[in-house]
């Protein structure tokens, strides 16, 4: 894979494109591109575009987040699910379905019950004024566990049709009911990802130590609790519209600096185009697969993405 | 030789425990000072509190007469650089792009580097005998090189003042000598003034200007090798027992470490 990183974006770009343009025309029925564009089939193609669309924010968003949280916390298992986001984000959708509280609210539940954990982990993590990685890692563990702890228990005391809503809620899906959630939530990811591009400098000094990066000339506190807030904001905003697809925000990194190398300023765009390229593929195979069931996309996740990683992990261990 | 750097009057530690208390000294421009001491005596304590990892928590730090804490961190780092021990790096940079960091200090937040940044990377390479180097990954390399390539990041952020906190603990004698040696060149070629914390007593001997002996958090004694290393000095520090000489070559003073059944044998 000798090529320069703008080859490699110009690629990245192109995959995207292609897989846009798969998961317009492929679906439960498949419609050729020309005839999508006649009258009468107007309504499938703007359900298609917004799937599509909000694929690209979840992918973008979740993958981007990984890659920021690996090199904060230095830790190859970070992923945007790791400080407790997603479980407040749970705790507050599962809440809100008991108390029968109608679907288009859901989103605003769930969002709270992220901002809920947030604040939560960051005053638990806080020391002084720092906000030391370890205790951050610690905290969100065990937000995310006491969240856990609370869904499991309303679980158990839910009846069959909540039950079934709840399930659904934590397969995660990328059926989206209203545009204008979705222009919400793609404010908050594109204004995130631009945020965190400013400072893919900032990345890279952390991501060779902390003192190192002080060295260096960065705040390092105060781009800790940028990123930490900035990532927590978008995982929360995309878990509460789609909830928990996994898989995305830990795997897409990591195989995008297999591919493009750990220099932030190129891998935060290559992560960006990735994982929603690798997204859209997914929610493609999972809607036309065994339609007209839709199998859940974290099960396509898990099984296009682990195979992928293995292929590109094997070839760099050979490279070396 | 004028006043770099002046520490007066400094307590500092971590949290609730104070580990130096009560530091004054001055650092003098291009002169290579040795910090020397057991372990736990505050060396790389007193390295954090000058580069501004740490605050002081009494006294103050001044460089060219402003106090650090009051300066901007970029302002800073643009003219103090800093080698630590061992750098671990998790994630595979290479080389270029580590050495390439040396600009952020310079940089504005998404200013890409310019011709004069790329000129002045390649250079700090070359100086450090690593331009071989730039394309390999960081994590391929030896500890003796990935020292030098650090060595050459800090560099790039074309200091006046570089610290370093024991940069040859984890380096066979060859490499130690190689890296001292570069170190001596850049101070006398470039004028670039070197505080160094050192382990290895004769190391410091042979090659810093004036060392400074830290025991329990306080200076135990200031001076040039000569005047501060005696056996005298280093017994009471060190609680053992040392034959100090002179090294043949250089004349400077060298310690010799006496087992404790070669003690016995003595009497």
């Known amino acids: 894979m000798r090529m320069n990183p703008k080859r490699k974006i110009l690629l990245l770009v192109i995959i995207l494109l292609a897989t846009i343009l798969l998961g317009i025309c492929r679906g439960s029925i498949n419609i050729p591109f020309l005839e999508l564009l006649s009258k009468e089939n107007q309504q499938i193609l703007y359900l298609r575009i917004v799937r599509v669309m909000l694929g690209i924010l979840v992918g973008a968003g979740l993958g981007v987040c990984g890659a920021v949280l690996q090199a904060i916390l230095r830790n190859p298992l970070a992923e945007p699910y790791l400080l407790g986001t997603s479980s407040g984000a749970g705790l507050g959708a599962i809440t809100a379905i008991i108390l029968g509280v109608s679907g288009v609210y859901l989103p605003f539940a769930a969002f709270l019950g992220a901002l809920l954990s947030i604040v939560l982990v960051y005053n638990l993590a806080k020391q002084d004024t720092k906000i030391p990685v370890q205790s951050l890692i610690l905290s969100g563990v065990i937000v995310a566990m006491a969240f856990s702890g609370i869904i499991l228990f309303f679980i158990s005391i839910s009846s069959n049709e909540t039950l079934h809503g709840i399930t659904w809620w934590l397969l995660g899906s990328l059926q989206i009911y209203q545009l204008k959630l979705l222009f919400v939530v793609a404010g908050i990811v594109v204004f995130g990802i631009l945020s965190i591009f400013a400072l893919s400098q900032d990345l890279n000094a952390i991501s060779i130590g902390e003192e190192e990066a002080i060295h260096l000339g960065i705040e390092i506190e105060t781009v800790k609790k940028i990123l930490f807030l900035i990532t927590s904001l978008i995982t929360g905003a995309l878990v509460s519209v789609s909830g928990m697809i996994g898989f995305v925000g830990l795997i897409i990194p990591h195989t995008m600096r297999l591919v493009v190398g750990p220099n932030h300023k190129i891998l935060i765009p290559a992560t960006c185009l990735g994982a929603a390229a690798f997204l859209v593929l997914c929610d493609t195979v999972s809607r036309s697969l065994l339609s007209p069931v839709e199998i859940p996309i974290g099960v396509i996740t898990s099984l296009i993405g682990a195979p992928i990683f293995i292929i590109l992990l094997k070839r760099s261990q050979r490279v070396k | ?267």
């Open chain 2, 1 to 267: 030789m004028g006043v770099l750097l002046k520490v007066d009057k400094l307590f500092g530690g971590y949290g609730r425990e104070i580990v130096l208390k009560d530091i004054s000294f001055e650092i003098k421009r291009g002169e290579f000072l040795g910090i020397i001491g057991p372990n736990g005596s505050g060396k790389s304590t007193l390295l954090r509190l000058m580069s501004r990892v740490l605050y002081p928590r009494k006294g103050i730090i001044l460089f060219e007469n402003q106090d650090i804490t009051k300066m901007g961190l970029k302002e800073l780092c643009r003219k103090i650089a800093f080698v630590p021990q061992d750098t671990l790096i998790s994630f595979s940079f290479s080389v270029w792009e580590i050495v390439l960091m040396g600009r952020i200090p310079h940089l504005k937040r998404l200013q890409l580097e310019t011709r004069k940044d790329f000129e002045i990377a390649e250079s700090s390479l070359s100086l450090t005998d690593s331009l071989y180097l730039k394309n390999k990954k960081i994590d391929q390399l030896s500890a003796g090189e990935r020292q030098r390539v650090i060595i050459a990041k800090a560099l790039t952020q074309e200091p006046i003042l570089l610290f370093l906190d024991e940069p040859t603990s984890h380096l066979d004698i060859g490499h130690q000598i190689q890296i001292l040696d570069l170190l001596k060149r850049l101070n006398r070629q470039n004028y670039l003034t070197t505080v160094v914390v050192l382990h290895d007593l004769n190391l410091a001997s042979e090659y810093c200007n004036r060392l400074i002996l830290l025991n329990e958090g306080r200076i135990f004694k200031e001076g040039t090798p000569d005047e501060v290393l005696t056996y005298h000095n280093i017994e009471s520090v060190y609680k053992t027992i040392v034959v100090v000489n002179k090294n043949p070559i250089s004349s400077k003073p060298y310690c010799f470490l006496v087992s404790k059944e070669g003690r016995c044998l003595q009497d």
